[in-house]
């Protein structure tokens, strides 16, 4: 699994923040996602997909 994100298309909800911290953080500047993971465990992998689920503006991408 990878994962992407669109910082350009991130609108700050921060739900994919709360739902896998392990892979994903936000700016303290801006509020926009940051990747942290761009691989994340194999333990990650439900929460990712939840994470892309819960994006309101479609700014993460799994691969």
Same mark, same amino acid.
Request: aromatic share 2%.
């Given at each position: 699994?990878?994962?992407?994100? $669109?910082? +350009?298309?991130?609108? @700050?909800?921060?739900?994919?923040? =709360?739902?896998? /911290?392990?892979?994903? $953080?936000? +700016?303290?500047?801006? @509020?926009?996602?940051?990747?942290? =993971?761009?691989? /994340?465990?194999?333990?990650?992998? +439900?929460?990712?997909?939840?994470?892309?689920?819960?994006?309101?503006?479609?700014?993460?991408?799994?691969?």
């Amino acid at each position: 699994m990878r994962v992407t994100v $669109d910082r +350009d298309a991130c609108c @700050g909800a921060g739900n994919c923040v =709360r739902t896998a /911290p392990e892979v994903f $953080d936000q +700016d303290d500047a801006d @509020g926009l996602v940051l990747l942290r =993971r761009a691989e /994340p465990p194999p333990g990650s992998v +439900d929460a990712v997909h939840r994470a892309v689920e819960l994006c309101p503006s479609g700014a993460i991408r799994v691969t």
